[in-house]
């Protein structure tokens, strides 16, 4: 007799067979998406970020406002700006606007508590002053950025006629590598690199910093230069003796800008201006009988002597540009 299957074992079998659909398709590998696909799905998320917007943490905010802020440095560049005293309370500032721009010289007579500004004759590369009473000259280019100098006896209020630029030292006004010296022709001690700053003392003695941080001094009007430091981190410098000075720049060790001296038998403490605003070519130093002057951004500082820290003396000078 022929076996017979049931309706019963029917319905058994295909249970069977869907049992093992349901458990291979739960089974199966889930298909990764592509790096293509990823990227057009979702651009910016990463895993660790919110599925929904919210308002920006405080972390966030002030990330923002740092970005906003002015870098409290910033590199070295040619001096557009100078500094030049004869005693703790003589001091006269300026500041370069390019050839034919003319320009001011601010004089004050109460240690940079107050200020006086008078028209310069024209661009200012370099101002000395040379005593108390208001004698003092300037270096700079006329219109077609010819170097001339001129002199005041009264602090500023007239001045001479142009004259020949080959009494003084000075950068040139047309060509920042170029330096113009008494009585020769053009030099560059830099190579091709701007001069960044430059000073001089009596009997043929002179410094400049290069860009780089290369810093020079000449003992025979120009015609040799001695490297005495290298410091990229270096602004300004000034003379305080034959071929020594004191520098300008930013250290580890002083939280502004530091002044150190150069060239000096004996180790010396630096004299650190904390909380000055280093602003490349905005940094400028000068060495009076018994103070220590130094123009950093917004503000005016001295130091009694070298080693001792700087206080802040004044505002620079509204009359001139505001940094």
Known sequence: MKD???????????????????VALALRPTAVPSEAATAEQSPTRTASAPTTSA??????????????????????????????????????????NGCGSGGQ????????STWTAHDSPDSVLRIRLTNAEGAGFVVGGSADC????????????NWTDPQWQNNAWSRHPDDASQVLRPGGEPITPCEDSPVLDLDAFSGGHAAVLCEGGALLITQDWGGSWQAVMNDPNLYALAMTAPAQGIAAGVSDSC????????????DADLSCAEGAL???????????????????????????SIGADFERAGDWPEELATP
């Not at 010289?105 to 940079?112: E, H, I, N």
């Open 4 to 22: 017979r299957i049931s309706w019963t074992d029917v319905g058994l079998v295909f249970l069977a067979l869907a049992t093992v659909l349901v």
């Open 255 to 266: 939280d502004g800008v530091a002044v150190q001296p150069f060239n000096v038998a004996d």
């Open 146 to 157: 010819e170097p001339r100098l001129w002199y005041t006896y009264d602090a500023g209020e």
């Open 55 to 96: 308002e920006p943490s405080d972390d966030a905010t002030d990330a923002t406002a740092d970005d906003d802020e002015e870098p409290e440095a910033r590199a070295a560049q040619p001096l557009t700006r100078f500094i030049t005293a004869v005693d703790a309370t003589t001091v006269w500032v300026a500041e370069s």
């Open 105 to 112: 010289v601010a004089v004050s007579a109460d240690g940079a």
């Open 278 to 304: 280093a602003r490349g070519g905005e940094v400028a130093v000068t060495a009076a009988e018994s103070a220590i002057w130094m123009a950093a951004g917004p503000d005016i500082w001295q130091a009694p």
